[in-house]
Structure formats: structure tokens, C-alpha cells
Nanobody, 115 residues
């Protein structure tokens, strides 16, 4: 069974930084577009950023460059570097893998930004 397992979430103050990690198993990782999505309470899941198999990134303009996605194909891992965090960034963050019609999701990791 395909597995995506996120880690690195937690509680921090506004302006802080955090790095999320996702380890993927049982797929040919290097072929997949990897992405991070988030879902705040009472809201729909939304795109944060993706990185394709060739390293091309796609991101949400409203994040204003505060988040950076990266991948390590040798480790089957994808990361999300989160800087200048705001209370509005509070959400469950999900790791995603996509290839053509295939899509897989992790269980999510909670990020809480609070003063």
C-alpha cells in the first residue's frame, strides 16, 4: 500500500519558522509531482506548493514566497520550509503525490501558529 507520512508540525509563535517533512513509500517517487496542501478548520483543502519530477515549482501567490518546497529523490522525501508564519497559516498540512490519474495523500500534520 502506498504510504505518505508527514512530520514536523507543531505549535509556534507568529514570525517563526518550521520545516515539514514527508516520506513516501511503495511508489516510484522520482516520477511523481509532489505537493503540500493545507486545510484549516471549517475550510476546504487548498494548494500550498508543488514540485514536479523535473524540479519545477508551482505555488500560491498569496503566500508571498514565505513557503518553499523541495524534494530529495534519493530519500523519497519532500519538504516544506515555512518562514514568517502567521496565525492564518494554522492548518493541517497534507503531503500529496500525483502521477497522471494517480493521487495519494498523507494523514496530515498539524501546524498551529498562536501568540
Amino acid at each position: 500500500q502506498v504510504q505518505l507520512v508527514e512530520s514536523g508540525g507543531g505549535l509556534l509563535r507568529p514570525g517563526g519558522s518550521l520545516t515539514l517533512s514527508c516520506v513516501v513509500s511503495r511508489i516510484t517517487f522520482s516520477l511523481y509531482t509532489m505537493g503540500w496542501y493545507r486545510q484549516a478548520p471549517g475550510k476546504q483543502r487548498e494548494l500550498v506548493e508543488t514540485v514536479s519530477s523535473n524540479g519545477r515549482t508551482n505555488y500560491v501567490d498569496s503566500l508571498k514566497g514565505r513557503f518553499t518546497i523541495s524534494r530529495d529523490n534519493a530519500k523519497n522525501m519532500v519538504y516544506l520550509q515555512m518562514d514568517s508564519l502567521e496565525t492564518e497559516d494554522t492548518a493541517v498540512y497534507y503531503c500529496n503525490a500525483q502521477l497522471a490519474t494517480l493521487t495519494y495523500w498523507g494523514q496530515g500534520t498539524q501546524v498551529t501558529v498562536s501568540s
